[in-house]
């Protein structure tokens, strides 16, 4: 029986990205906030110092800053005639775990959308008919647009101090950036990243090849920087650990960096660490939740009532507790009716790599986001007629470390290990290095989140069920990405070139991303959608799923946490400007 | 009384909240077993997380025999030549066996409910068994399938080229072993030996760095501003440590 504890006016389930900015943007705002988060509290002098942080093993290999499966898991099936087993040890894809979420082992590669990917439905039928799209394609448009979200973007990367080289200040194309991105209100915050030797021989062969080369948009800040909130960040010092690490220099943006400092000082704010939620609690009438239950470490069951609900865990765990907590109507792929679990997708991702002749590459020095990058072949950036496919991605070299025990590549045809192993290792290290593609995953009829008929965790609910499998239309273009940046590769004039092509089927245990999309999609439509516009519940309004990435409709060809931010962002006006004014439906 | 008291001090040792029994928060309706953080970002001397460092010693989940064989085989797998010692004197086994002493050895923090059942390669692994328990079954089987075979010497005893082919012969899945799937054993010591040899040496492998000096890795350096620039120049400084340099340090080596 849960012990029912005082009220509050805003209960948080997950303290990641989302689940900070809103805190902070509520509390600010006057409201008594309390989050819960299952994990531990995490900061970086305690949890990721530079005595230590540059630990492979520990954190790359034995991925001990994730959530652990042992906690929560899901299970995972390419279709719906194969039965879906757990994943016993996450591999292909890693949720983050404790405050700061996936936001302290991200790599800080900060993308905006582009602004056709916010109507990609009409847009695509527009250009190239109706019929140029599958029938069990079930991509949508999103119910806000590109000049809508512009100024979250820019509060999210003001927020987060981000390096890069605008392409498009309102409307004026800047020389140095990205010709395709959407128009920008500013100029990054800080400047771009150096560059290494392998992204400059990219950007070379790129130029040569008719491409238009510029620095990827970094969250890993070329020098220091204080945000809107106070917070000083400190310079990037090119480590080579982002990815699945936290930073010890203070210098990738997260939770820690960017919001808590100012966040832990507000006296209406609490955060409760090791306090999983284990549902969202409705009233009699179904329409208005009445807080959550959670359970704390000894097994407690304690019941934190609220008058707004706001969902910012990991995305398949913003579905996972919809569908246990009743919340919008489940997801059934025989017949397309309810929406919570429905347009689950992902990323397509593909590479090439190159052994280059008598370089020294220095591939250790990197960070999670710099990198030379082209996006010429995203979204709609290209016409796709006659073509096969639509979408597209980004590509470019974008290597993010060397660290030795999952970087090391040989020759074809070096054998997995002795004496010419040995040999191959040691002479191609310097030389190698690796180009790849981003690109985008839509969402089909048969790609969907539900609750697994079989295995629990360890409270006894049932695990999140993922069907998942590619379609032509990711594995066409990924066919045509890959050859597209073969031909760039092909001019840096390397000595060996392997292109692979993301082939099907999906493997859950083979790295791609963590970019798990959909689920409680946000929409224009309460029969294609389970939130509103303003990432508001359609059917309990004092619930919100205020921007993870459960919410995009389809993904695009970009890293999802800008996105992410900016929906945070403009979740928190709604709330504050338009929902304490007047409690209900803002749809 | 309020149930969750958010007047807990920040300053009170991180560990009596964090760990696996968290603070007990006294309330109106009993113990919270909850950290409550309020006021301030909550710090205290002495609760950071450094790494466990292996010490030298005696073996702590191999029997000598199985030590004896997995020195062997990591000898093969990384052989010693004139680039640099092999997984034997770079201490690969050792790495192994404080592993599968420790967390991963008894696949800690995995998800290990039943029912256990076979899937498609794209599942991943669906076993029951613990890398502990792979590797206990594994040499048994191993070192049965080499006593019958080469006329009742152990692994550790046969010829090099004869170790060459007994882990080819695992490696292709050629050579059966009773009740152990071979390649998927030889998968495992290959990514642990590996794993041993590049993982920093705190581990008990990579020993004096001979991984990252064969591949020219700087280690734990964390700062490379000044060289990001320098294209096609080699790094100047040599590997470091968690731990530091063996020069560096008096006493431990």
Known sequence: MARKLPPKDVVIIGLGWTGSILAYELAKAGLDVVALERGPWRDTATDFPPAYAQDELRYAVRLDLFLRPAQDTLTFRNNGSQTALPIRNFSGFLPGNGVGGAGVHWNGQTWRFLPTDFKLRSHLEERYGKGALPADMTIQDWPVSYDELEPYYDRFEKLCGTSGKAGNIRGAKQAGGNPFEGWRSSEYPTPPLKQGLGATLFAEAARKTGHTPFPQPASNLSEAYTNPLGVKLGQCTYCGFCERFGCGNYAKSSPQTCVLPALMRLSNFEARTESEATKINLDSTGKRATGVTYVDTSGGEWEQPANIVLLCAFSFFNVQLMLLSGIGKPYDPQTGQGVVGRNYAYQTTSGVSIILKDKILNPFIATGAHGMIIDDYNGDNFDHSGLGFVGGGYMGAGQTGGRPIQTRPVPKGTPKWGAQWKKATAETYQKAFSLSTHGSSYSYKDCYLDLDPTYKDRFGRPLMRMTFDFHDNELKMSAYLTERLAEIAKAMDPAEMTASPRKGPYNSTIYQTTHNTGGTVMGADPADSVLNRYCQSWDVHNVFVPGGASVFPQNHGYNPTDTVGALAYWTADAIKDRYLKNPGPLG | ?253
């Open chain 2, 1 to 253: 009384m309020t149930g969750v008291d958010k007047r807990v001090s920040p300053w009170l040792s991180r560990r009596l909240f964090l760990g696996s029994t968290a603070a007990l928060i006294v309330s109106g309706t009993g113990a919270v077993r909850a950290l409550s953080i309020g006021g301030a970002l909550p710090w205290a001397p002495g609760t950071a997380t450094p790494p466990t460092v292996v010490r030298p010693g005696p073996w702590m989940f191999f029997t000598a025999d199985e030590a004896s064989a997995i020195e062997a085989a990591v000898d093969r797998l990384i052989p010693p030549d004139d680039r640099g010692p092999g997984g034997k004197d770079s201490g690969c086994a050792v790495f192994i066996d404080r592993q599968l002493a420790g967390p991963y050895g008894h696949s800690e923090g995995l998800y290990t409910r039943p029912p256990f059942m076979p899937g498609a390669a794209t599942q991943g692994y669906q076993m029951p068994d613990t890398p502990a328990a792979r590797y206990r079954a594994g040499l048994k089987a191993l070192a049965d399938y080499v006593k019958a075979t080469f006329g009742g010497k152990p692994f550790q005893d046969l010829a090099p080229a004869d170790q060459d082919k007994v882990l080819g012969g695992l490696e292709s899945g050629s050579i059966e072993l009773k009740d152990v799937k071979s390649a998927a054993f030889f998968t495992l010591l290959l990514q642990n030996t590996q794993e041993g040899y590049f993982a920093d040496p705190i581990y008990g492998g990579n020993r004096d760095m001979a991984g990252w000096k064969l591949v020219g890795f700087p280690g734990a350096r964390y700062d490379y501003r000044d060289w990001v620039e320098h294209h096609n120049e080699k790094y100047p400084l040599p590997p470091v440590s968690i731990m530091g340099r063996s020069d560096w340090t008096v006493g431990e080596h």
